[in-house]
Structure formats: C-alpha cells, structure tokens
C-alpha cells in the first residue's frame, strides 16, 4: 500500500490484524497458541514483530487506534519475566505461568533465547513503536536489549544465536 496506494492492500491488512489480534491476543500478550479457555500457553518475542505492522498501519490510516494497540502490546512484551531479568525475550514465556516457562528454557537443549528472529523482531517493533511515538519504558527496554547483544558481542567476537548453550553465530 505505500507503494501502491491502492486501497484494497490496506484493507486486507486491516482484516490481516484483526484476525492476529482475535487469535493471537491474550490478556494483551500475543500468543503462539491458547488453549479452547483461552489460557496463554506460550509468547514469543517474535510474535512482537506485529507491532511494526500495526504502527504501519497507523501510519497509512493515521488512525490512533493502531496506535494504541501497538502500545498496549509493547508495554507488555517489556514486562515478560525472562526481558525484566536478562534482557532478551525467552523462547518459552508462558505469561500466565511464568516459573513454568523458566523451567521448560533450562530444559531447552538450546536454552531459553534465540537472538535472531524472536528478539530482533521483537526489538525492531519496539522501535518502530518508538520512533512514531516515544516512551521512556519503550526506550528503556530498547537500550536494554541493545546493552545485552553489545555484551554478547564482547564475549564471543560475535552474536550467538543461542547464547546460553550453543555460543556459535548461526543467522
């Protein structure tokens, strides 16, 4: 649609979102998959990747609606127990059982957080939240996994994709 501007691509990604947001959405976290009572089993830091959309979205639509989901969105991904505690998003964030998701990434033959994809999308909807509007925890939480990946690099001469057990660079 902003090459284009024809308006049919902007409404399929209108309806695109709104089906992300009725299947996906779970006490304001995306989820992988919810069970039939709508518990949240598992989120991904890669399933944040869709707040760059909805900020596109706001963009092509100035409609702050998008604007605000993407917030909503973005204030909770910050607040996901494995981000508060090692600033990267886990593999395996349960948000409704968030010791549980912990024990399955030790459990993780690779470990709880893989870099590429889950983090960097993650990470690039924060900041295309950011640009458009910002906020100090938004910013924050930037700074944060950007810190974490400039330690990463110091370690190992490189960014692993897996840092806990697997130091290998592998994108």
Known sequence: HEQ????????HCREALLNVQREC???GRLVDWAGPDGRAWRASGFNA???EVVVDLHRATVENAYLELAQRWARRVVQA???RRHGLWSRFDTPRFEAFGAVLGRLSRRG???VFKDN???VWGLL???RERPEPQIGAAIAKFVGVVAQLFQQHGHVPQYPQRD???DL
Do not use: A, K, M, Q
């Open 112 to 114: 709880p957080w893989r």
């Open 81 to 83: 127990r494995s981000f």
């Open 4 to 11: 284009t501007g024809e308006p049919w691509l902007l409404e």
């Open 167 to 169: 130091n290998r660079f």
């Open 25 to 27: 959405e779970v006490s």
């Open 128 to 130: 295309s939240l950011h």
């Open 49 to 51: 990747g869709f707040i």
């Open 120 to 122: 960097t999308n993650c």
